[in-house]
């Protein structure tokens, strides 16, 4: 994992660096869904981790969604994505990440089944203060055949449970990973996605990541 964290540092000095150009070493691309209930962070993972200055399509919100976006627990929310995130991670030498940040309401469901086209997997961020909320997005994925792990953001007042636990709540299978992650910070950011892609890797016979 270090050799590839490394690999992550010198890819990047920080969101929007300007590392427009992919390394020529790179071999293979691969599509992933940042997925997550309303209000989860995948706009701040997402700009967190991309290499090239990430797309956004955040709007403010106003007094017309009052009615539909549920802000328990994030009073201070203004805005919304209202269309997707978008962002690029070259993991290592050879493989680049391509992440699709999909907006977490549900009056944008079809939206997300057309961004999964393409997609191998999917890393679900969820949050403990709401950790119903991530049945539906872990449902969708389950119809779409689509791979997934869990990250927890952690949030300053987010309770901690043991992960036992969490799997319980969640009812995750034993293989599906669980991990923890600060959605502003690039190291447990890659990490997170560093589980995601060993798993994939598993699924389909390949090596794992060294």
């Known amino acids: 994992m ?3 964290l490394a690999s992550e540092r ?12 992919l390394r020529p ?6 599509k992933l869904l940042v997925v997550g209930h309303f209000a989860v962070g995948k706009t701040t993972f997402v700009g967190t981790l991309s290499e090239i200055r990430p797309l956004h399509t955040e709007e403010r919100m106003t007094q017309a969604g009052a009615l539909v976006d549920d802000l328990s627990g994030v009073p201070d929310k203004t805005t919304t994505t209202v269309a997707m995130d978008f962002g690029r991670l070259t993991l290592n030498d050879r493989l680049v990440l391509y992440l699709f940040g999909a907006p977490g309401q549900h ?3 079809r939206l997300w089944q057309d961004m999964a086209t393409g997609a191998l997997g999917a890393l679900v961020l969820a949050d403990t203060r709401r950790l119903e909320q991530s049945f539906e997005v872990m449902g969708l994925l ?6 997934y792990a869990v990250a927890l953001n952690q949030f300053p007042d987010s309770p901690r449970y043991a992960d036992h636990e969490i799997r319980e709540a969640l009812d995750l299978l ?5 991990v923890t992650c600060d959605a502003r910070d690039p190291r447990s950011s890659t990490e997170a996605l560093i589980a995601l892609v060993r798993h994939l890797l ?5 090596e794992p990541l060294s």
């Open 174 to 178: 034993p293989e599906t990973p669980l």
């Open 2 to 4: 270090d050799s590839v």
């Open 10 to 21: 010198d890819a990047q000095s920080g969101p929007g660096n300007g590392a427009v150009y």
């Open 107 to 109: 009056r944008f469901t």
């Open 202 to 206: 598993t699924l389909s016979g390949q």
């Open 142 to 147: 389950e119809d779409h055949g689509l791979p």
């Open 25 to 30: 070493t790179v071999r293979t691309s691969v």
